[in-house]
Every structure is written in C-alpha cells, then in structure tokens.
C-alpha cells in the first residue's frame, strides 16, 4: 500500500466531511508510542502505530537471543512502510472485489486502490496507518500485557458504522505469545477481518530468507484464486500439490512451481466454533532450532511467503529482499463477502467480534525430529475435507 497517499486521503475526507452518507467525526490524536516487554526469556516491542509488532525477541538452541520478525528500528519508518511490517490490518483484510459490496439491500463503494480496482487490506489510511490509543499497559508482571484502543467511525474508508477495536498483547513466561483482537459495531452491520501483519524469520530477522524453515500446516484445502488474486469461491484439496503442507516440508523445496512464491489462503481444519483454538501452523528453523507453533480461533489463514519484498532496508540496516520473512496470517476468508458459501465475516450490535491466536516458541527436541515423519490431524481427515 502506498501511505504516502494517506495525506490526501485525509485532506478529501476533511474536505467533503462525509461518505456513504456518514457524518465525519473529528479523531482524537495520540502521540505515537514504543511500548516494550519481557518475561522469562521472552521481549517484545510493540507501538500504537498500526498497533504494531517491532521485535520479538527469543534464545536459540545456544541460548543466543535473537530478533525474529522484520521491521524498522523507529516508529517514523512504518508511516511510509508499503510492507504492513507488524501492523494490524482493517477493516477487512486481504482483497474484496472491485471495492464494493452489498450488504442488507444497500451498496457500499469503497476506495479501491490496488491497480484502481479492488481494496486490499482496509484501503488508505486504514487500521495499519492508524495511531491507537494506549489504554493499558502491565509491565511489572509474570504476564505484561499492552492493550490498544481504535475507534472507526462510520464511512472511514467506506465501510458502513462505527467500530471501537481493541487489541492486546500479552507474554507468558513460557515463551508464548497471546494477541487478542475485539470489535464492537455500535449502531449497524458491518464487515470486518483482522489480521496481524507480522514477518516472521526464525533464523533472526537479518539472516537471510526463510526457503530452509519447514512448515506444517493444519489445513487440506486452499481457496483458489483467479489471475487478480481474487477467489474464486471454490475449495480444493492441497495433498499432491505445491501448496501440500499437511507433513512437514522445507518452504523452498516447491516454490519455484508457483509464480512469485506462496500467498493464498487455507482451510484450517477443525470445529467452525469461535470460542475453541485449533491448530494451525508449526514452523522450524534447523540452524537456529527455533519452533514456533501457531494456534488461531479462525477458520482461515493466508500464508505468504514475503514475495514482494524488495530491497527494504530494515533494523539495523539490514536490506529485506524477496523471501526475507513468512506471514502466517489467521483470518476469515478473502472477498468472503461476495462468496455466502465462505465463513461470514459480517458484525453486528448483537454479534461482537473475536479473534485470537497464540505463538509458542521453543527449542527443537528429538521428539519434534520424530514427529516430522507423521501425518497430521488435517491429513488423517481429508476424506472429509468438503464438509464446508
């Protein structure tokens, strides 16, 4: 996303101080701030721009920590960041078709941006490029938390009524990592589909690509996409495919059959139940001996492969080329609203909205070696994987 064209944005809302037939209200203004975080052997810094991610930091099978996920050493770098470097992204994450949908007998236009059709992840000026309120932070704790506050009027970027979000971090001694994500919508419908943005690279953020981690993932289909990354509404099966990661399997070893590298969404296996985790991603670095283990209350998640990282100079100076990080981002389904066979992604005064994941990071044991070899629990049920 280009944010330098959040100024004008701005400045044209202000101007005709209305969309979609929604009064503009005047934002409150925070100043932007760099929280940090540690427990055991676990620290983080986040930042109420774009409710942000800026480090994790965690030992490896030495007990040398390390930094693992992709970004910038200051706040000032994420406002021109065309990256989503850690961001929460929103209101509905990932493409929705031409920027328009219809939702109880009315049409919402909303401002496309990518290549002037569709909107990708929230359109200009959205979640990503928000300053959030700072409502709490716990550091002196077993498990210090920061909690982010955004109020989203009614109309912002098109989207139909007011949303207040909120977003918590916490950190567990165990080396886990808990987010959170909450809305509300005050007065009418609306969609909405959150996504934390974070580049992940367990071999240190500066290491070079991710190709070598293997990855698992508990999910055997995909939903296909047409030839402008929109999907098509149908489901099909990953096993024999290069999207095939019911077993473990190095990242790289298929990527070259796909054009660019891997972004598309899965089926994540398990009880289509809002309240129950489920399993759904194990990645692992064999020269760190990092494993981060993903569990996600949602029913999809996109895996991206950093394809479009170009020669961005990141923490430390480090230049982030193609494949630098992975994003392994649980979600509802893309242009879910154009598909009714898809999960909605539809909130309502009466039906709030939850999501949470957990990262739980440790050293590779012969057990998690053994483990390798075996099927997972999305495999053993792909006889009934069209259930959806």
Same mark, same amino acid.
């Given at each position: ?65 390390? +930094? ?7 706040? +000032? ?29 009315? $049409? ?9 059709? /569709? ?13 959030? $309120? ?45 987010? &959170? ?15 934390? /943005? ?6 240190? /953020? ?29 489901? $099909? ?9 019911? $077993? ?31 399993? &759904? ?31 961005? @100079? ?23 609203? /154009? ?22 990071? @440790? ?26």
């Amino acid at each position: 996303m280009d944010k330098l064209c959040l100024l004008l944005s701005l400045l044209l809302l202000g101007a005709f101080g209305f969309v979609n037939g929604g009064k503009s209200k005047e934002k409150k203004v925070f100043k932007v701030e760099v929280i940090e975080l540690k427990t055991g052997n676990i620290s983080a810094k986040f930042t109420n721009y774009g409710a942000s991610v800026m480090s994790i930091i965690v030992p490896d099978k030495n007990g040398k920590p390390g +930094d693992i996920v992709l970004g910038y050493d200051s706040t +000032d770098a994420y406002k021109n960041d065309e990256t989503y470097f850690g961001n929460v992204v929103g209101r509905v994450a990932n493409r929705i078709r031409d920027g328009r949908f219809s939702l109880n007998g009315k $049409e919402y236009q909303l401002r496309p941006h990518e290549n002037g059709k /569709h909107l990708l992840h929230g359109g200009h000026g959205a979640l990503a490029d928000a300053i959030w $309120e700072v409502k709490k932070v716990k550091k002196d704790v077993a498990d210090p938390t920061v909690l982010f506050s955004y109020d989203s009027p009614d109309g912002e970027e098109g989207f139909p009524g007011e949303v207040k979000i909120t977003v918590r971090y916490l950190l567990r001694p165990d080396n886990r990592l808990r987010v &959170t994500m909450k809305a509300k919508a005050i007065k009418q419908a609306t969609p909405l589909n959150l996504v934390q /943005h974070t580049y992940w690279n367990l071999g240190n /953020h500066d290491s070079g690509d991710i190709l070598s981690e293997e990855l698992q993932l508990f999910a055997n289909q995909i939903t296909p996409i047409d030839n402008e990354r929109i999907p098509t509404g149908k489901l $099909e099966p990953v096993k024999g495919t290069p999207y095939d990661f019911l $077993e473990s399997r190095v990242i790289g070893s298929r990527i070259n059959q796909l054009p660019g590298g891997y972004d598309i969404n899965y089926v994540i296996e398990g009880p289509d139940d809002p309240i129950r985790m489920k399993k &759904t991603a194990i990645v692992k670095d064999p020269r760190t001996g990092r494993v981060m283990k993903l569990t996600s209350n949602q029913p999809g998640m996109q895996f991206y492969t950093g394809n479009l990282l170009k020669d961005v @100079k990141g923490k430390g100076g480090v230049i982030y080329k193609a494949h630098a990080g992975l994003c392994l981002l649980t979600q509802g389904f893309p242009d879910a609203v /154009h598909h009714p066979n898809f999960p909605s992604i539809i909130v309502s005064p009466g039906k709030p909205y939850k999501h949470k994941m957990q990262f739980k990071f @440790k050293i590779a044991s012969d057990k998690d070696n053994k483990s390798d070899g075996k099927k997972s629990d999305a495999k053993k049920s792909d006889k009934n994987s069209d259930r959806r």
